[in-house]
């Protein structure tokens, strides 16, 4: 599992009877899945013992016998914008935590196996290393982009399958184990993470919510709600309405009001794929099909648009808090900073954000469907969570998966510990209430290749949802041409992967 040594010693201390159960995949391919029994992401898995008990000095030893005579270990990554990537390297110790650890990670690992990291931010990097494929140049030994982005070259015959590079280990606890099975197709695994980096954890999706709220009106403590397995979608829309307030008594929805909920449009679909729902199951050759339109999964996506417009959320026709990304009046994130809103529901990278803001906060995952759903689940950024792939280009594939797979290993030291402490230290505390709730969310994403490869709108149709009546019809509309590019899809992977 993803932080597999630190999470698990965290989870030890909060495991659910609900976290327990773990789905299993429909038995036949036409039939309709609820969340408790789709393939799921977040089956528990037992922690390799020894990992917790070895450290930095102990794992660098198992890479001493390496020398790579200076060899340049070329990345290329993210070089602009919030979402720009800075856990690749690090020029000199400053104090920031996450900065250090990964000069400390960068250090003993170039001095143990001979090597230079050597960044190459861009800031279109999966374009930019198209190209540079295409033109068989050998410029790049790995690259790290959106999901969505890296899903394009799957069947270009532009990235390697992870399976085959002999020198890495999928298997091993510093890969992700959930995305590693859930967006594999044809047996072929062409994007991994894991804590090579904590820009996946970024674009992990949680929930945050005002403590002082829920004080002050006497509401369940959501901590105590997730531990009971009765933290769903039925008790946060109570919550959300009674924290609705017209606090400046104005009649007016402005952002001097206090709402329930504060989201955006994206998370018509985040929502809802934590009921443990997903567009794409996959059959028993790991092959996609769709499961999206059922009828369990279309009424749940309709309460969820019913949640998301309604009068106690910023996207509800009385609000005229809309906009986002930023601490600008009016913004949902500005919103929640400035102690107007009950929940927020965005990415962890906006956690560390707002750290700085007075607001106290708690970290929850999203609610449950009902208290039957066997789990949480927990969402993410299609667009931000990042991974890695590898070039077709790479001259010694062994080499580059050698060094690659011990940046994941020693990361395990150095780089996720620097995540929890950046992650759970507030202005003045330590949430230490969050802690194992980050775990859990990290320890339950629900990873969909129907999302990443989005064939026929199935996955962003979702987004533009207004109306809960339409959801079916919209469905039925798109289905068509969805099934035609899934199709389509199929036959070039069939051919890249040479079943053609």
């Known amino acids: 599992m993803k932080k597999n040594a630190l999470v698990w010693l965290l989870l030890a201390a909060m495991l659910l009877p609900s976290l327990a159960a773990c789905s299993e995949s429909a038995e036949n391919a036409g039939e309709e899945t609820t969340p408790t029994q789709s393939n799921t992401t977040a089956e528990v898995q037992q922690p390799e013992e020894e990992e917790p008990e070895m450290g930095l000095d102990t794992a660098k030893l198992l890479y001493a016998d390496r020398n790579y005579d200076g060899y340049n270990y070329r990345i290329a990554d993210r070089a602009s914008g919030d979402w720009m990537t800075f ?19 960068n250090l003993v690992l170039e001095d143990t196996m001979g090597i230079k990291i050597v960044e190459a931010p861009m800031d279109s990097v999966t374009n930019t290393v198209k190209t540079s494929i295409t033109a068989a140049a050998d410029d790049y030994d790995i690259f790290t982009d959106g999901l969505n982005s890296l899903a394009s070259l799957v069947t270009q015959n532009l990235i390697m399958d992870f399976n085959n590079v002999p ?5 091993n606890a ?6 590693y099975k859930d967006l594999s197709v044809g047996g072929g695994s062409y994007m991994m993470t894991g804590d090579i980096s904590v820009m996946d954890n970024y ?11 829920i004080t002050d009106y006497s509401m369940e403590n959501p901590y105590d709600l997730v531990d009971s397995g009765k933290w769903t979608l039925d008790k946060h829309n109570e919550m959300a309405r009674t ?13 001097a009001d206090t709402y329930g909920y504060v989201t955006e449009t994206y998370n018509n679909f985040a929502m809802w794929s934590c009921f443990g729902y997903r567009i794409c199951e996959k059959d028993e050759n790991d092959l996609p099909y769709f499961t999206y339109d059922g009828d369990n999964q279309v009424t749940a996506l309709m309460r969820v648009i019913e949640c998301q417009y309604a009068d106690f959320t910023n996207m ?8 986002g990304g930023s601490f600008q009046d009016n913004t949902r994130e500005n919103q929640f900073a400035i102690g107007r809103a009950l929940f927020y529901y ?20 999203a609610p449950k469907e009902n208290e039957e759903q066997a789990q949480y689940y927990s969402s993410y950024s299609v667009y931000n969570l990042t991974a890695y792939s590898l070039p077709v280009t790479i001259q010694d594939a062994a080499k580059v998966g050698d060094i690659t797979e011990a940046m994941a290993h020693l990361s395990v030291y150095t780089l996720t510990p620097a995540y929890y402490d950046q992650t759970l230290i507030g202005k003045s505390t330590r949430d230490v209430e969050s802690e194992p709730m980050i775990a859990l969310i990290m320890s339950t994403r629900n990873f969909d290749l129907g999302v990443c490869f989005d064939w026929g709108s199935s996955f962003s149709s979702m987004t533009g949802m207004t109306v809960p009546d339409t959801v079916a019809s919209n469905f039925a509309k ?7 590019s899934l199709e389509k899809f199929l036959d070039k992977l069939a051919e890249a992967q040479g079943r053609g």
């Open 87 to 105: 856990d690749v390297s690090a020029e000199e110790l400053t104090g920031e935590v996450i900065n250090d650890a990964v000069y400390n990670r």
């Open 167 to 171: 020198t890495i280990h999928p298997e």
């Open 174 to 179: 510093w890969w992700d184990q959930a995305l």
């Open 203 to 213: 674009g992990t999706w949680c929930y945050l919510f005002n403590k002082q709220l």
């Open 243 to 255: 924290a609705t307030q017209d606090t400046d008594g104005d009649g007016k929805w402005t952002m």
């Open 316 to 323: 509800g026709s009385k609000s005229t808090v809309t906009g």
């Open 346 to 365: 965005a990415g962890m990278r906006n956690v560390t954000l707002f750290r700085e803001a007075d607001t106290d906060f708690g970290i929850i995952p």
């Open 478 to 484: 798109g289905k068509k041409v969805a099934n035609k």
